[in-house]
């Protein structure tokens, strides 16, 4: 069975001060509006995400309950793994080998450049540097998500809010 996995970077956060730890930082009102035009767009192409993971950092959580709520869901279906701040690939990896069979596209929201580095592990494809509120979507053919590993994906679309916000105009 196919599997899909949407790799979102969080949005753009204010910037990092000494009053602020890195955690806590929130959205700004770009990252607000980048998130809700991603959110839409990931709708209107109508990707259809069955569970979503999240960084437990406030910038990522906060662009997972934006692009949740387009699709109408409670921020209550959102879970959090605390690894996927600052566990490096790593926990990306356990993230989504440990996901349920039961679903098949998988929406996790994280943190550059680990997010980055884990979508260019998966699919081989040269992303970069994923911008803030950018999605990739990956697919793997006939694999259980336990058995996804390096290369066994397919990057399918890599796009970003400049490029949605320029489609929209």
């Known amino acids: 069975m196919k599997k899909t996995l949407i790799l979102v970077r969080h949005a753009t956060a204010e910037d990092q001060s000494f009053r602020i730890k890195d ?32 960084s437990p950092a406030s ?17 209550d279906a959102i879970e959090t793994q605390s690894g996927i701040y ?10 989504v080998t440990t996901v349920s ?15 980055t580095y884990f979508a260019e592990y998966l699919s081989g494809a040269s992303l970069g540097s994923m ?7 990956i697919e793997f053919k006939n694999q259980k998500w336990e058995e996804i590993s390096a290369k066994t994906g397919d990057l399918v ?8 916000r320029e489609e929209d105009e």
């Open 23 to 54: 955690f806590d930082r929130n959205l700004n009102s770009k990252g607000l509006s980048e998130s809700l035009a991603m959110g839409k767009w990931l709708v209107r192409e109508g990707v259809k995400p069955d569970i979503f993971v999240s």
């Open 59 to 75: 910038r990522a959580i906060k662009t997972a309950e934006i692009i949740a709520g387009q699709y109408k869901l409670s921020v």
């Open 86 to 95: 600052d566990g490096g690939p790593r926990a990306y990896l356990q993230a």
């Open 101 to 115: 069979e039961n679903h098949s596209v998988l929406m996790l929201f994280g943190h550059n450049p680990d997010i």
């Open 131 to 137: 911008k803030k509120g950018s999605v990739a979507i």
């Open 157 to 164: 679309l890599y796009k970003t809010p400049k490029q949605v």
